[in-house]
């Protein structure tokens, strides 16, 4: 049972990107996640805004951002979808869904900083591959480092702890913010995996911490590696804001990859997190949505950790 409504942010928006059909990164995902969410006993819908030019900026350099506006023109005049890598492609609608993700990610951090609450931007496409110049992996803009970006940029706002539970790990991330001190880079991952990154034995920064696991892992070797390594490094850091990269792909249905966990060990992560931010942030923990790609397991494990992170024990 839920002991605060959670705020979610999105919008019918994030369902337009829709660039080739039976696409994994398909429209059905946004709404397989927003009925786990409905299922809350208490939840507070908010509109995702399109991100901000100056935000953007913070994160994507302008030659980057250039480019994509210069394919979005393509897109409007040309009514056909763009591959930008073999796996990320836009069409028409996609700049409305992903302007709106990154914005969402954004609104989530900034309205968890300001109430001190758990919050969900429940948005589409996801964004932890993205790198500072290179869109990847489904992925356009960074929404999760855009988001950190935007915490910092409040005089209040000192350290910021970013959690990856997805099944691949977030490249672009970790890319974005090898060797900064003001962030924490945090991942669990199937390893080997897409995109080839986050080795655990490769020590690429002190603040990026990696935990790979082996195809086949599930539950007890998911909770031993938070339990040892990542939850113990957060509470270390001390950090004033904890967001999460909360990708459900690591689910035993999921189809991409070759983890076991279940809808419980997303209970359990969230609480676990719910906790640290109670701790280092009066409960500031903002999430948003990366990958997880079974509709089904989606739902239900969208739902198991949205009751972790607002759970009251």
Avoid at 231 to 255: M, T
């Amino acid at each position: 049972m839920s002991a605060t409504p959670l705020i979610v942010f999105t919008d019918p928006a994030c369902a337009g990107h829709a660039p080739l059909p039976g696409h994994p990164e398909c429209p059905e995902r946004l709404r397989a996640a927003l009925d786990g969410l409905a299922q809350l006993d208490e939840l507070d819908v908010r509109e995702a805004e399109a991100v901000s030019g100056e935000c953007l900026a913070r994160i994507h350099p302008a030659p980057y951002l250039d480019e994509l506006a210069g394919v979005e023109q393509r897109i409007r005049s040309e009514q056909r979808s763009i591959s930008l890598d073999g796996d990320t492609h836009v069409g028409p609608g996609s700049f409305d869904a992903i302007r709106r993700a990154a914005g969402g990610a954004c609104q989530a951090a900034r309205t968890a900083l300001a109430d001190r609450v758990a919050t969900f931007a429940a948005v589409r496409p996801p964004g932890h591959h993205a790198e500072a110049a290179r869109a990847m992996g489904f992925c356009v803009y960074n929404n999760i480092a855009l988001a950190a970006a935007d915490a910092l940029h409040r005089p209040s706002v000192r350290r910021v702890a970013v959690c990856d539970f997805d099944v691949h790990h977030g490249n672009g991330t970790e890319a974005i913010f090898a060797g900064r001190d003001d962030v924490l880079f945090l991942s669990s991952h199937q390893h080997p995996l897409y995109p080839g990154t986050g080795d655990p034995m490769l020590g690429v920064a002190p603040n990026v911490v990696n935990v790979g696991l082996p195809p086949g892992s599930g539950s007890n070797q998911f909770r031993d590696a938070w339990l040892a390594e990542l939850l113990p490094a957060i509470d270390r850091f001390q950090p004033d804001l904890v967001l999460v990269s909360a990708g459900f792909d690591a689910h035993w249905r999921d189809p991409l990859a070759q983890l076991e966990l279940k809808d419980e060990d997303y209970f359990w992560l969230g609480h676990q997190l719910r906790d640290l931010a109670r701790s280092h942030c009066n409960g500031a923990l903002a999430a948003s949505l990366e990958g997880g790609y079974d509709l089904q397991a989606l739902t239900d494990s969208v739902l198991a950790f949205a009751e972790g992170i607002t759970s009251a024990h």
